[in-house]
């Protein structure tokens, strides 16, 4: 979803939050007082949305940023799931080059990802 799709998304449901909270403004304080309960998850889920956005970009570019080798085997070995050895005939590399690559690999995106981490923890 492109940034300009994702806000308007948002704001077009927070107006239909708004408008179904102004429909009960001085007639039934129950429902607005339920649609104001809504409108705080809303908001709350909005801005989950965008760490979640923020933290999946910033492993998007760190994965780019690693260099071929590494990144091949570290997408293979943690989203495909195959072995170092599995890694290794793909590559027509050792199975121990294999992993080698994927520590380093995991070693500069942790070095990458750890200002990240630590924001999120806090």
Not at 28 to 55: D, H, K
Not at 81 to 94: D, N, P, Q, T, Y
């Amino acid at each position: 979803m492109n940034r300009s799709f994702f806000i308007a998304a948002f704001l077009l449901g927070a107006s239909a939050v708004i408008w179904m909270a102004s429909t009960f403004v001085g007639s039934n304080n129950l429902a607005l007082a339920v649609t104001l309960v809504i409108a705080c998850v809303y908001a709350i889920g909005f801005m989950e949305l965008v760490q979640f956005r923020a933290a999946t970009s910033t492993l998007t570019k760190g994965l780019a940023e690693l260099p071929e080798e590494q990144r091949s085997a570290v997408v293979l070995h943690l989203w495909d799931e195959l072995s170092f050895a599995e890694i290794g005939e793909i590559c027509e590399v050792s199975s121990n080059t294999a992993a080698s690559r994927y520590r380093y690999g995991i070693d500069k995106m942790r070095r990458r990802l750890r200002p990240l981490y630590e924001e999120i923890q806090q």
